[in-house]
């Protein structure tokens, strides 16, 4: 589980607002969402997974793509604001949990982890790799914000531990954020 300061952090973001990062709202995320979906593809996927969906505004868009997303996130204010994106859609099931100890019973065709692994401990990045070439049967997409985080790990260091286990990625450099796609072996 991450730190308990880091989940505290958290907790204390979403206490304060339904979307601390301005998901909705910002032209930064805008385009970090358009990129991500492009680097997705279309799909569509079968049984796509998000793992640290937040308030579910990236998974709404993501949805459509999807025959079945399941998205978890591990800050119950979070899974809260994502089941009220996200329950309309039959396709989608929310669940409140942790990587990797919590990853759900499934052989997903496309995992995304978007602005997540910087959250997770050195560990629980190898575990998390470890159950990815387990159970991954397409795309693992990675998000990585390339600035400080006032998290032990910052998004470049964390996309690092992932490689160590999954292989390289193709990577793409963007204004602020990089997108690390790793093409796994169904």
Partial sequence: MPHRETLDHLARLYAASDDPWDHRTSPYEAGKYAATLDAIGHGPFRAALEIGCGNGTLARRLADRCDRLTVMDCIPAAIRSARQVLDPLPQVTVLQGCAPQDLPDLRPDLVL?????????????????????????????????????????????????LQAVLGPSDSTVHDGFRIDRFALPG
Avoid: H, K
């Fill in 113 to 161: 982890l978007s602005e997540v692994l910087y959250f997770l401990t050195p560990q629980e990045i190898t575990g998390l790799g470890g159950w990815l070439r387990a159970r991954a049967t397409g795309p693992v997409i990675a998000v990585n914000w390339t600035g400080p985080t006032d998290e032990a790990l910052d998004g470049p260091r964390a996309v690092a531990i």
